[in-house]
């Protein structure tokens, strides 16, 4: 397979094309009154998810592109406050972090220059490639959770149930 064909499918990939519901998708309308509400037997809000999602996310982008990455602690900095409350304004702060960090995650990727195998300075021989489809994975995840979390909640609009 053609180098330029690895890059497009794992750009995909991290997209959440495939076989995967978007992030987006899985967002969109999300109601107001449901951010800070806990599903039942679970311990984190709807919005706790999703700004474990862009934490993560942005550590793995750090650990690609900062030569003076410091690894946060596990788990603490991987996830909000469990007392912590979002507004909608956070909520949406939160998404668009994301997609911004993925995006930039995507144009690595997509970057002819960027060796996908070189192995990144400081690390035990893990590429870009590695750290992109651990995203994607992680990420794939978390959306199907907080999709089925809805299912759940009974937060999708009428035209998805």
Known sequence: MELDAVRLQLAELLDGHGAHMTFEEAIADFPDAAINVRPPNVEYTPWHLLEHLRLTQADI????????????????????????????????????????????????????????????????????????????????????????????MGTWPASRR
């Open 61 to 152: 982008l750090a650990y690609v592109t900062n030569p003076d990455y410091v690894e946060p602690d596990w788990p603490i900095d991987y996830w909000p406050d469990p007392d912590a409350m979002a507004t909608r304004h956070d909520f949406d702060l939160t998404n668009r972090a994301f997609i911004v960090d993925r995006a930039a995650l995507r144009a690595l990727v997509m970057d002819p220059a960027r060796d996908l195998t070189a192995v990144i300075p400081r690390t035990p021989g893990h590429t870009l490639l590695r750290e992109v489809r651990i995203d994607a994975d992680h990420n794939a995840y978390h959306v199907g959770e907080f999709a089925i979390t809805r299912q759940v």
